[in-house]
């Protein structure tokens, strides 16, 4: 189950990021890129969102990557839906941050304009467990790391 899951991560391109201030919710739609292990996807946004700050606050995270596009509404019942959860940080390490920018607008050429941005930020979620939904009523759980 777990190859499947890697699949999903590595064809899917983009997600529902939830982040969490004062005990309330937070999403954002975002486009990612996975790195070559399937095990962390990188993202790119802007100091001054409140994602952001949400994220500098409490890094634990939770992200929701689905495939109804590909099913449309008649298909519906086909759907795969994702929950991870992680933690997630502001990439510092030049060179893996140099390689996920380039990776993210390779595959997001629409994020360029953030990207030459002064607050641009390439942030990174590492995965410590997911939740896969496959229709109405298969569900997998797997414990990956330790957030």
């Given amino acids: ?56 606050e409490n890094p634990y995270v939770s992200l929701l990557i689905d495939t109804r596009e590909r099913h449309g509404k008649s298909g519906r019942q086909h759907t795969l839906a994702l929950t991870v959860s992680g933690t997630c940080r502001p990439l510092s390490e030049a060179q893996k941050r140099e390689k996920a920018m380039k990776d993210l607008l390779k595959r997001h050429p629409q994020l360029m304009e953030l990207a030459g941005s002064p607050g641009a930020e390439v942030i990174s979620v590492s995965f410590s467990s997911f939740l896969l939904l496959e229709g109405l009523d298969k569900s997998y759980f797997e414990e990956v790391g330790k957030a």
Avoid: F, H, Q, W
């Fill in 1 to 56: 189950m777990l190859k499947k899951i890697m699949d999903l991560v590595t064809e899917m391109d983009t997600c529902v990021l939830a982040t969490i201030r004062n005990g309330r919710p937070y999403c954002s739609l975002m486009a990612y890129v996975a790195d070559e292990s399937a095990k962390e996807i990188y993202m790119l946004t802007d100091r001054a969102t409140t994602k952001y700050s949400n994220i500098m």
